[in-house]
Structures are given as C-alpha cells and as structure tokens.
C-alpha cells in the first residue's frame, strides 16, 4: 500500500501546487517523524509473519523511498501512480514496451534524440513500427493513422526550437480512435504544464533535468492517469528492473522541494534572456514560447503556466557559434538542462550530432543555433557574459 493511500484525507486541507511540493504526504517519516523520508538502503526486507508479508518484500518490486518518491510524482502530476526509473531513457523505454509487436506509434517528429535512437534502433527491431511527424500539423496526424496504430507520444515545447504541439486537441482526437497518449514533459515540469488534466495518458520525465534540478542525479519518472494504465507499466518496471535506486529517490526529492522556487526565478530569467537575444544584432533568430512572435504562443499559454527556462538562438554559422561557446564564462557549456547552474549546449554538435545535416537544417538545428538553459544565476551577470561572447 502506498503512503498516499494511507494519508487521512481529512487531516490535510486541498493544498496548492507549492505547498503540495513541500507536504505531498509522505515528507515525515512515519516511524520516527524525521524531516525527511530515510534512504532505505536495503535489497529485501524480513518477513517478521510469514502469513502477513511486509508491504514492500524486495527493492525492485517497492522500496519505501523510492514509494514516496513515486507518489509525490503522482501528486504533482494529479495522476493516480507514480513511478521511478535509472534515467528518463529508461522511463521512456520503459513505456514503450507497453506496445507489442506489429504495433505503430505516431511520435512527434523533432522528438528527444534518444527517443528518437530506441525507435529507429531498438523498438523498430521488435516490431514496433513509429512514424515522426510534425505535430503542429494536426492534419499530418490525423494522416498518419493506420489501422494498426496503438499511441501518440508528444513532447511540446519540443527541442531545441520549442514547437508547440496542441496537447488537448491531439489527446481529444486519440481517445476517438482508442490510442494511448504519451507525453515527455521533461521541458514544463509539472509546475508549468501538466499534461494529464488536458487528456494524456501517461506522463514522462527525465527528472535528471529541472525536477532533480542540481545536475547530480539522472533518473526518470512516468505518471499514469488511470488504475489500469498503471497496473501495467507497474508490472513493466518490476519485470524489466528498470527502477531508481534508493540514494537517488532520495536526492531526486530533494531536489524536487524546490522546483516551484527555482521555476519562477528562472523563466523570469529567461524572458529577459530572450528579450535581450532579440534586440542583438548579432543573433539572427530566437525560439522562446514567451516571444510575441513565437509560432502558436498562444496554444502554449492555453495549456501552461508558464514558458520554461530554454531559450535557443541562432547566431547565423557554426563558427560563430563555436567563438561563443568558447568565450562564455559563466555557463556550463555542456549537454542537458534544467539545473541551478546555466547550461549553454550546442545542438549541432551535441544532442542532434547524430542526425543528418539536410535534415537538422530543415529543422532550424543550424550550425548557428545554440540552447540555453537559464539557472539560478544573476540575470545581468548572464546577460553581460553572454554580450561579450558575442561582441567577440
Ligand atoms: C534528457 C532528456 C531525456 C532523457 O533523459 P535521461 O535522464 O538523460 O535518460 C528525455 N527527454 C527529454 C526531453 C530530455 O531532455
């Protein structure tokens, strides 16, 4: 039985998403009221009546950390179970195996290129046949239906030019024809977006990203709107043993206490950050959902809270780019986001290396475009060290 099940609804008043993030239930040790949820650091557990075993009786199946962890993933979500994994990636594939073979999936087409490599590599294998496309284009896919087509996987803002696909229209139309809805909400977070009270199904995370927040824990998360769902993806993760590790679950909440904080100081950031890369002269373009002139902001504030923390920005060709990463100070220049320190990454060269240049250019993934994912830094301090790298 989980902790959320055991809570008394009548003890707790219906909470906010902030005070939620701090009192989501489990947060007291239960046994001897510690501030924090103990790492249980064991792989089984003593069965002290062999006729009434213990709730949890070995660490892949339940751990009580990682239980509370899972549940305030649910929370935060509103879906009815949380579950968590070594890494977003294996959450991800974790949820593809809900599929069989001789199964098709629509996945949207400048999805994560890891998602992108199980498809193309590994599913494809199995004979889980995908078909990528533009989910923008609610005509390409209601076009890309087959008879055999069992799920939608959306990511929206997608990456790294933060297209904007319609959640609530595409989870309408899938319910209509019996398919499963996924969504990688890596890039939102709960806080700004949560994808199950617009219709989806299933809702993933790399929780690596801004909910762990500290670039110290990879782990992933998926949340299920409804008992059945759940009951399989419970029994996928305890057969394939995809699960997160009780240190981990730990950090990962952690982390979690503070998204909300985090959160607003840095789309605050970011809207600054992006407003500024649009009056420079040397940026030719900027992909932010809170620019007026972003394509479809206004789908983006029927369905969020807010704008995230990514800008990406096109400084025209690759060599400029490379003089900028090479010359900022302050971030990070590396792969990933979503962290208290700011991440400067370079698609071209870093996640979308892999794919081929006719088609990264067709997606605006120019030799130019760089992605920034704004901390918990002073904005000005950012914007100054960002000037001089581009000022050169
Ligand atoms: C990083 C990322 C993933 C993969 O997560 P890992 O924790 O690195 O396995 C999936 N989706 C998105 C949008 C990501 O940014």
Partial sequence: MSNQQERDPNKKPET????KLIHFGSEIDEHTGASSVPI???STFHHHDIFNPPVHDYSRSGNPTRQALEDYIAVLEGGVRGFAFASGMAAISTAFLLFSTGDHVIVTEDVYGGTYRLLTTVLNRLGIDSTFVDMTDFAAVRAALKPNTKAVFMETPSNPTLKI?????IAAWAKRHDLITLLDNTFMTPYHQRPIELGVDIVLHSATKFLGGHSDV???LAVAADDGLARRLKQLQNGLGTVLGSQESWLLMRGMK???ARMEHSERSARKLAEWLNAHPAVTHVYFPGLADHPRRDVHEKQSKGYGAVVSFDVGDGERAKAVLSRVKIPLV???LGAVESILSYPAMM?????PPEVR???GITDGLLRYSVGLEDIDDLIADLDQALNG
Avoid: K, N, P, W
């Fill in 165 to 169: 696909t319609d959640i609530g229209e």
């Fill in 40 to 42: 249980y650091q064991a």
């Fill in 361 to 363: 250019q067709e997606r």
């Fill in 16 to 19: 906010r998403f902030a005070t």
């Fill in 218 to 220: 990879l782990a992933g």
């Fill in 258 to 260: 503070t998204l909300q």
């Fill in 351 to 355: 996640s979308h290396a892999a794919m």
């Fill in 334 to 336: 590396a792969v990933s």
